[in-house]
């Protein structure tokens, strides 16, 4: 039974204009009232997703075009968020793939498009931004030809609809080209109807419905959201959750579905039934999980679960046991803290919380730095206070040998930085696998590495390319543990009191390494305040003032010249630190602080005498 519905999920590479186009087509159909005040990016409705101007998690809106319903899932674009793409691509029956018209196709979207093929999605090409000054689209659209035919894909969907685009301005033309002063986007919106499928599910057969993403309600809990594969979902009737255990005989959870919801425009509303084909979100089952089925109670058949990725990287979350904590934060117990932790849960299943010997502390399992960076600054601007630990790979054994999470990566760099990538990747434990000349200038560079050696890559890829690198990674599978690696900081410049940094006891302390904090900063006993060359810490007096007598010994003595501080952000500490030092979170603050703050209590720790300055 054909249904006036359109499933389709917008795929790209990093700042290829997904969710812009998103906002073009949802004016263009005049989702947003004549009057109505809309930010640009409206589908990034998180404050980190729109400051870094990355999406984090796939959102789903809906418009209507010439009587039919188009629903749109915009997907992010960053590797730590693949899982989000994969489980998208469950709920569409064909994607719009954006390509730069200058860029062309990068690495994600090679990652992405792949996806799309193995599920067997046909894909409308969009050759975006090509009113850029350096837009090729010509050899752009060859250049996505030959990514097509190097994945193997089928003449059916090599045979792709060509739309040029200038999604910004919402302006549209079919083939190659550029859109004319006073189009729109109905040249995409027609393409859509004719070239993405209606959706194959049956009405009449019993409900089955398939749960590939979650969300959380302060209201009504743990939302699943999905695509209604057959039958009809009804508000009011009672329906059967079939949880991964239901094959292995357990009885399915049966309940009244009393919260039904569907997708219109970039709001939910309330529905009365939803059919074969269509999207909807429900409340009302707290024990969802993503892949679960939603069946009918006379006749419950389970679908085929979607997997899952396992996180690859843990690290510990506790209570700030500073000398400062409690100064800048609202929410500081452990209560307060496992209480979020596990409300973040409701909505983000790529995440795993394990207790550990400490009441105060908890283990968090996720994908990546980023993803764990994301949920830390969620919680700071939350009014949370918390210290964190260094990221670790979860290991697991194999016949009694020990194996590491492996990534892939892929790496675009101006050609004359590919010596720095070869170089940075050797200690790591990474190795080459390909090596190919791109565009104007540039090289991609292919790796394999294990997951412990990326660890505070990206940062170092970035400063050493002056941001001109572009790097994709993705989970490869397991290796056989690699070894120990290379720690390649300094040592830790540790205070040794507490007080008030002075330029004066800076200045005397230049020689012995950098500084993280400036002049007339608090700091405390155990709090690092910069870096030194030796490779043991560095216990310092950084608060000494300069004593008040008449004694001129320079006459530079009241010209203190200090070289700016390196200042971290969060995700520069969290690489940065040692197993034996935490990041100390606060909304006002990042500080960089030693496990046990008493030299006695370290001395114990280490067996180690660390130096006194």
Known sequence: MSIAI????????????????????????????????????VMDSNDQERERGITILAKAASITWKGTKINLVDTPGHADFGGEVERALTMVDGVLLLVDAAEGPLPQTRYVLQKALAKNLPAIVIINKVDRQDARPDEVLDEVYQLFIDLD???????FEIISAVAREGRAMKGIGMPEEGADLSPLLDTILDAIPAPEGDATKPLQAMVTQLDASEYLGRLAIGRVVNGVMRRGETVALLEEEFAEGQPPLKRRLAQLMAFEGVSRNEADELSAGDLFVMAGFPEVEIGDTIASVEDPVALPRLVVDEPVLRMTFGVNTSPMAGKEGKYLTSRHLIDRLKRELLGNVSIKLFETGSPDVIEVAGRGELQLAVLIESMRREGYELQVSRPQVITKEVNGKRFEPQERGVCDVPDEHVGTVTQELAPRKGRVTDLRPGDAGRTIVTFECPSRGLIGFRSLLMTATRGTALLHQHHLGWMPWAGDMPDSRGGAMVSDRMGVTTGYAMDKLQLSGGFFVHPGEPVYEGMVVGECAREDELVVNCVRPKEKNNIRTHSHDDAVKLPAPKIHTLETAIEWIADDELVEVTPKSIRIRKRYLGLEERRKANKKVPTSV
């Open 6 to 41: 359109r499933n389709v999920a917008l795929v790209a590479h990093v700042d290829h204009g997904k969710t812009t186009l998103v906002d073009a087509l949802l004016r263009a159909t005049g989702t947003f009232a004549a009057h109505q005040a809309v930010v640009d990016r």
């Open 153 to 159: 894909a089928d003449d059916e969907h090599i045979d």
